[in-house]
């Protein structure tokens, strides 16, 4: 009984210590204030760390800390909540909002359907997640570096990515910046600051984390680095390791995780226990936001926040973005086989980030159903022109898949080109040489 009180009572102090590590990633905490790191009296002096000594052991529980609560300006009906809270963007601006989550909106069905006709081979899609890609990419600068891991297309489409460079890319072939080495929507962009995407899941943590300290080891730095990834690579060995790295390294990094309640077939609730991947932040000693991803202006001054906070204190934030994945995994996946379709409903109508935004621009005044409709039209036809462009231009030359591996090729990898080479001179009958660039 004793144990159990003292359990409720430390249980409580956490949750209040919780509210309280909240309440400091306020303007006071990004400005970078100094907090005294003096041991308070009484304290034990473990270097490993800094707590009081109780007298009965106590058993913490992770159900009495408090949750991490979710951040939200806008309701369903488009109604900013607390007038505090409006992000005060320009018309425009929240226009192009709206314009880029309809473009990628639109071109994801028609390649979604283009993969079924097996004109590609592979494709995912982003249905419910366009809020937290363009309301993020708004709020970042165009100078920092993005490491995603595959459903963040509306980044780039926010940064200038076109229609064809997107199609290029899903269609391989040699007007691809990869050049056609990767699958479909691997995308990447030197140009954009967009790290190609690597398939392993995970792997992008690590490198973000590594990119930011060196970027905060650079005079004078502007840049941060921001990581997207799925709740379910959050459970990878190395988002663990990127999460302690980045904090004991004091990196400026945005460890941005898309928590849309499944990795492919299985929910959130068998992946973790806990509070989600907010409830984790403190655990390593990082600052966390946890917010709407359906609702673009708390996404956006989310991102704004942890931006600022980020780079004033070189140090990690770990971010939050609330949200619902109605497209299937991929097209390699069936969601009807482990979710029933009644679920979605409500993600596909009144929670979906595309009709908040709308009833936002409806109540201003500012949406032009007609002009709206016509730009769908405008871009469906874009994408399918580009489609049938992007399909008949060759591949690249198939020598490129030993190119840009080092920066000058050694001398192991000119001796397989050469084998290749003579291998196809004897085969040729054997290979679809006529749709590769020579
Ligand atoms: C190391 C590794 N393990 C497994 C996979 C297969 N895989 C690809 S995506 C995925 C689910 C990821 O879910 P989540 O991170 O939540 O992202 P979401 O697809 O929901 O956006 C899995 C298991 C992989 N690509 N890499
Ligand atoms: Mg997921």
Request: aromatic content about 10%; glycine content about 8%; hydrophobic content about 35%.
């Amino acid at each position: 009984m004793s144990l159990l009180r003292s359990a409720s009572v430390l249980a409580g102090r956490l949750a209040s210590r919780n509210q309280l590590a909240l309440k400091c990633l306020t303007t006071r905490a990004i400005h970078g204030e100094a907090q005294s790191s003096e041991p308070a009296t009484g304290l034990a002096k473990f270097p490993g760390a800094q707590a009081a000594f109780v007298g009965k052991p106590t058993l913490v529980l992770p159900e009495h800390v408090e949750s991490v609560p979710i951040y939200r300006v806008m309701n369903a009906d488009g109604v900013i909540e607390d007038a505090s809270q409006d992000p005060g963007l320009s018309r425009e601006v929240v226009h192009k909002m709206f314009r880029d989550m309809v473009l990628l909106n639109t071109m994801d069905k028609i390649l979604y359907e283009s993969q079924r006709q097996g004109r590609i081979s592979f494709y995912m899609t982003n249905f419910g997640e366009e809020a937290s890609h363009i309301g993020s990419a708004a709020a970042l600068s165009p100078e920092d570096w993005v490491y995603g891991q595959y459903r963040e297309a509306g980044v780039l489409v926010w940064r200038g990515f076109t229609i064809s460079d997107f199609i290029n890319q899903c269609y391989g072939n040699r007007e691809d910046e990869g050049k056609g080495r990767q699958m479909p929507v691997h995308y990447g962009s030197k140009k954009l600051n967009f790290v190609t995407i690597s398939s392993p899941l995970g792997t992008q943590i690590p490198q973000a984390v590594g990119a930011a300290y060196a970027f905060k080891r650079q005079p004078d730095n502007q840049r941060v680095v921001i990581t997207y990834f799925g709740e379910g690579a959050a459970s990878e060995g190395d988002a663990h390791a990127a999460f302690n790295f980045a904090a004991t390294l004091d990196c400026p990094v945005m460890l941005f995780c898309r928590n849309n309640g499944f990795a492919i077939s299985t929910p959130s609730k068998e992946q973790y226990r806990g509070d989600g991947i907010a409830g984790r932040a403190a655990g390593y000693g990082i600052a966390t936001l946890r917010f709407d991803g359906t609702d673009i202006f708390a996404v956006y001054n989310a991102t704004k926040m942890a931006r600022e906070y980020v780079l004033k204190n070189n140090k990690p934030i770990v971010m939050e973005a609330m949200q619902y994945r109605i497209s299937h995994h991929s097209t390699s996946d069936d969601s009807t086989a482990y979710r029933p379709a009644e679920d979605l409903e409500i993600w596909n109508t009144t929670e979906h980030p595309i009709s908040k935004l709308k009833n936002f621009m409806k109540q201003r005044g500012w949406f032009d159903e007609a002009a709206e409709g016509a730009h769908v039209k405008a871009i469906r036809k874009q994408v399918l022109a580009q489609i049938n462009q992007s399909e008949k231009i060759p591949k690249a030359d198939w020598r490129e898949t030993f190119q840009d591996v080092y920066h000058e090729m050694p001398q192991h990898l000119r001796d397989q080109m050469k084998q290749m080479e003579e291998h196809i001179e004897k085969h040729k009958e054997h290979y679809p040489l006529k749709d590769f660039k020579n």
